[in-house]
T-cell receptor, first 115, second 114 residues
Framework: AQKVTQAQTEISVVEKEDVTLDCVYE???????LFWYKQPPSGELVFLIR??????QNEISGRYSWNFQKSTSSFNFTITASQVVDSAVYFC????????????FGTGTRLQVFP | KAGVTQTPRYLIKTRGQQVTLSCSPI?????VSWYQQTPGQGLQFLFE???????NKGNFPGRFSGRQFSNSRSEMNVSTLELGDSALYLC?????????????FGQGTRLTVV
């Protein structure tokens, strides 16, 4: 079975704090892709990152960084020096079937950044 | 480059009616997927189309159907609406639909069934 678990339902931080959003996935496939999406109040899902199962290198993009660890089936997302504009719901997703765009989403983590 | 466009943005329908939602993908994208988002069930995959063929279908009743046209635009239809169909319906498009490229989402159609 394929599953994505985001155990943190809601996180509140004060601006400039660092925050890590956890994502744990389950799949029996050896080839799969992991994604993070941001959903602001406007509703659309904004793509943040895609990682394939063969690339365990951590990635940094500005204030965002991702830690992929196959040994623990985790793909965690850290925002450094959070800002109010980071307030949104963040979704982790798994695409594990060949030749399809079907995504299995976690339940999302609502991040609130207070000034 | 225009993003994924979904119309209408908001819709109110009565139980028992049917509804058609539209999705125009990013120019050049051939794969379109649909998702239903509700507070209780979260984001759930409905179906995926590639080159006018349904390639994958989620676990939804037959009242939910879709199609894709030759210009890659897609529509989804829900017949005999139920209160539980109230949700945000999101459409995503990607270049080749193999999970190897990112999917870009539209702003969604918020359907309310009364």
């Amino acid at each position: 079975a394929q599953k994505v678990t985001q155990a943190q339902t809601e996180i509140s931080v004060v601006e400039k704090e660092d925050v890590t959003l956890d994502c744990v996935y389950e799949t029996r496939d050896t080839t799969y892709y992991l994604f993070w999406y941001k959903q602001p109040p406007s509703g659309e899902l904004v793509f943040l990152i895609r990682r394939n199962s063969f690339d365990e290198q951590n990635e940094i993009s500005g204030r965002y960084s991702w830690n992929f660890q196959k040994s623990t089936s985790s793909f965690n997302f850290t925002i450094t020096a959070s800002q109010v504009v980071d307030s949104a719901v963040y979704f982790c997703a798994l695409s594990a079937t060949f030749n399809t765009d079907k995504l299995i989403f976690g339940t999302g983590t609502r991040l609130q950044v207070f000034p | 480059k225009a993003g994924v466009t979904q119309t209408p943005r908001y819709l109110i329908k009565t139980r028992g009616q049917q509804v058609t939602l539209s999705c125009s993908p990013i120019s050049g994208h051939r794969s379109v997927s649909w998702y239903q988002q509700t507070p209780g069930q979260g984001l759930q995959f409905l179906f995926e189309y590639f080159s006018e063929t349904q390639r994958n279908k989620g676990n939804f009743p037959g009242r939910f159907s879709g199609r894709q046209f030759s210009n890659s635009r897609s529509e989804m239809n829900v017949s005999t609406l139920e209160l539980g169909d109230s949700a945000l319906y999101l459409c995503a498009s990607s270049l080749v639909g193999r999970g190897t490229t990112e999917a870009f989402f539209g702003q969604g159609t918020r359907l309310t069934v009364v």
